[in-house]
């Protein structure tokens, strides 16, 4: 069958329905949705709609994942702020999270709020663009189950941990630097599998110390702690992996020590038996109001000259281009605005199954 486009309008009506059907309120899911969604507006196909039943519907029906949220302010300040999200749906928590550092912003210049309890968030990028939009900074992060292997170690200790900063530019798109403090992240590794690609070597490290190539051993071994991802700049030190694995700490420690969530081996997903529990994962939102400083308009200039002065460098032999952050994904928005959501087999035979399990009055392009 191959590729296919889903109508943007038709894949979100589908996705609303699916989650509502699983018990997801109308407000939240319409949040849950839009992230999802913006994953695959971005072309970050391994955190999009593909992952929306493995993922999100089949925790839910797990178990360990709550459909409604309960948002639990356990402390407060005028900047800051910390919530308990009682394992409901990460989307929601981080939604609700940046919209309080950004509110707590606009009045006193800066806010920040720590998450506890929460589960997979999906693209952290989604969160600072929230404060973009607004004029702000936005930086954010969140841990994950133990992944990376700090450096001249094998143990999957640390999650892929994005360190996540978005800032206003006077363009027609943001920066936005949104990527794990690991070379590759599980979701790429999940990608790779539905595929049937393997992993290149040097992006994943077995007990041994050699690298591992094959994409499902690798995920089964990523969570028996048989197999490790390498930090951000490689194995040892000789390429700068100690500057990922350093950058992964410090996102693991905001993300648990301000709301003293879990960490580390805490976030396995498993209990000591072996069942499924919840992630009980932890992050963290920052917004900065640019009035607060020399003005917005004048941030947006300045790191917009920033981004021109760099795309305008010279270019290496070979390449007539140059990006900033943020712009490629502006360039997929545009090549795909019109098509929709581009979906392989394998996800088209899951969301056909989840609308025939709910019985939902939904024809896809690739039925007709």
Same mark, same amino acid.
């Given at each position: 069958?191959? #590729? ?53 519907? +089949?925790?839910? !029906? ?29 989307? !929601?928590? @981080?939604?609700?999270?940046? #919209? ?64 996540? !900063? ?9 920066? $936005? ?7 590759? #992240? ?17 992006? $994943?490290?077995?007990?041994? @110390? ?15 702690? +048989? ?14 992996? =100690?500057?990922? =694995? ?12 301000? #709301? ?27 917004? !900065? ?42 360039? $997929? ?13 394998? $996800? ?21």
């Amino acid at each position: 069958m191959g #590729q296919t486009y889903i109508p943007w309008e038709l894949m979100e009506r589908f996705l609303l329905a699916a989650f509502q059907g699983y018990g997801v309120p109308e407000e939240d899911a319409k949040i849950v949705v839009d992230v999802l969604m913006e994953s695959d507006r971005r072309g970050i196909d391994s955190h999009g709609c593909n992952r929306f039943k493995p993922i999100y519907i +089949d925790r839910i !029906v797990a178990g360990i994942q709550n459909p409604v949220t309960n948002f639990e302010i356990i402390r407060e300040t005028p900047a800051t702020a910390v919530i308990d999200g009682h394992d409901g749906m990460g989307q !929601v928590i @981080g939604y609700r999270c940046m #919209q309080m550092a950004i509110n707590k912003a606009g009045q006193y210049g800066m806010g920040m709020v720590a998450a506890r309890n929460s589960t997979h968030y999906g693209i952290a990028g989604y969160y600072v663009t929230m404060a973009t939009d607004a004029g702000m900074i936005g930086i954010t992060g969140t841990n994950a189950r133990p992944s990376i292997a700090p450096t001249f170690g094998v143990e999957n200790m640390l999650g892929t941990n994005p360190l996540t !900063v978005g800032l206003p530019t006077d363009e027609e798109f943001p920066f $936005v630097l949104d990527c794990a403090t690991s070379i590759t #992240q599980r979701g790429k590794l999940e990608l790779y599998a539905r595929e049937g690609k393997s992993t290149p070597a040097g992006m $994943v490290i077995g007990r041994d @110390g050699g690298a591992m190539t094959d994409t499902e051993q690798i995920l089964t071994d990523l969570i028996g702690g +048989d197999a490790a991802l390498a930090p951000l700049g490689g194995i040892g030190e000789e390429m700068g992996g =100690y500057k990922g =694995y350093g950058y992964a700490t410090v996102v693991e420690v905001l993300s648990a020590a301000l #709301q003293q969530g879990g960490f580390m081996k805490m976030l396995l997903g498993i209990d000591e038996n072996g069942n499924k529990r919840p992630y009980g994962l932890g992050h963290f939102f920052i917004a !900065v109001d640019t009035n607060a400083f020399m003005g917005e308009d004048s941030f947006r200039k300045t790191a917009g000259d920033i981004m021109r002065g760099l795309r305008a460098s010279q270019k290496a032999p070979g390449h007539d281009r140059i990006y900033t952050a943020g712009e490629k994904e502006h360039i $997929v928005w545009l090549e795909r605005k019109d098509k929709g959501v581009p979906v392989g087999d394998a $996800v088209k035979k899951e969301i056909a199954a989840v609308r025939d399990m709910l019985k939902l009055d939904i024809v896809f392009p690739f039925e007709q």
